[in-house]
């Protein structure tokens, strides 16, 4: 089901703390009987989820995966809300990787998580074969976010799962086409606009195994860890191509993230509050800058 599809989007930070569930608590109960009835397995999102310290800190965007016989199988939380205008805490758990129906590796991440190739590669490379991702986005976004979950399905060489959310809220208009996406980015089926849409799929786990196992010239997660293996093992040296990461940028976010943050900063903004564009609990920028100034000239509206 969508991001959002329980509880509904929140705007108001008591309502958050006042809707909060536990996991496993009375929603994911419910939850648990309608996939054991149906025997079906089931994605669902909770928005939110109590935090540790609730109701001190903010909630968590949760989702539970939910097997046939009633059991939650995985729980995540969302590592990057959809700031500025989502104030849930971020999640503490990570990715993982669970064995799902007829052996199938599932991972899930939700909705602005997908905007991060970080986050598919980790779940591709942990082994996730099918990577679901419920999502509650709307327009003008609609042709990225369809292009993203497929070039991601393609680049990572794994099924993609897309849950959106579809109707008007008052607020946002949701461009739905929810989508299953094969493993080479083609769509293998996908709704419209329409409400309650339902879209299925056969994926096969032969064949994302065999293709990840033998596949050469489009095999981004073998040769990302073996780059230029062609060309070093015609200089004798070796049979494994480089496997040393060529990215300063990630160097530095695991050794000093304080200092990659500064690099981020560097090329966008210090602070998380921008002076033309607030945003209700957001602090602005404590020191003055001319940007405004500096848009109203190049835009010439002087």
């Known amino acids: 089901f969508p991001e959002y599809s329980t509880m509904g989007i929140m705007y108001d930070r008591q309502e958050m703390f006042d809707t ?17 009835e149906a025997n079906c397995w089931g994605v669902f999102s909770l928005t939110g989820e109590q ?29 990057l809300p959809w700031t500025p205008i989502e104030g849930w805490t971020p999640g503490n758990l990570g990715t993982s990787v669970v064995e799902g129906p ?7 991440i939700i909705c602005d998580d997908g905007n991060y190739p970080e986050i598919w590669r980790d779940c591709a490379m942990r082994g996730a074969e099918l990577v679901i991702r419920p999502q509650g986005y709307m327009y003008p976004a609609k042709e990225q976010q369809v292009l993203v979950s497929k070039t991601m399905a393609w680049c990572n060489q794994v099924y ?11 607020v946002y ?16 089926g996908e709704c ?71 690099m981020s900063e560097q090329v966008t903004r210090s602070t ?19 940007d405004i100034e500096e848009l109203t000239h190049e835009l010439n509206l002087e």
């Not at 540790?52 to 995540?76: A, F, M, R």
């Not at 208009?173 to 996406?181: C, L, M, P, Q």
């Not at 480089?242 to 990630?250: I, K, L, R, T």
């Open 20 to 36: 909060a569930c536990v996991v496993p608590g009375p929603l994911t109960d419910m939850f648990g009987k309608a996939c054991k």
């Open 160 to 170: 993609v799962a897309v849950a959106n959310a579809s109707g008007f809220d008052g």
């Open 192 to 262: 419209g606009t329409e409400d309650n849409g339902i879209q299925y799929a056969q994926l096969s786990l032969s064949g994302i195994r065999d293709a990840r196992a033998n596949d050469q010239s489009q095999n981004q997660l073998f040769k990302l860890l073996h780059r230029g293996y062609t060309g070093t093992f015609a200089n004798g040296d070796g049979n494994k191509g480089e496997a040393e990461c060529p990215f300063p940028f990630y160097h530095m976010w695991v050794k000093n993230p304080l200092e990659a943050q500064r």
């Open 272 to 290: 998380i509050g921008v002076k033309c564009c607030p945003v209700p609990g957001i602090p602005p920028p404590e020191e003055e800058t001319n």
């Open 173 to 188: 208009t949701y461009f739905g086409h929810s989508a299953v996406i094969g493993m080479d980015g083609r769509t293998l």
């Open 102 to 108: 007829k052996g199938m590796k599932i991972s899930m």
């Open 51 to 79: 935090h540790e310290d609730h109701p001190n800190k903010n909630p968590y965007n949760t989702l539970v995966l939910i097997n046939n016989e009633g059991e939650i199988v995985q729980k995540y939380r969302k590592l």
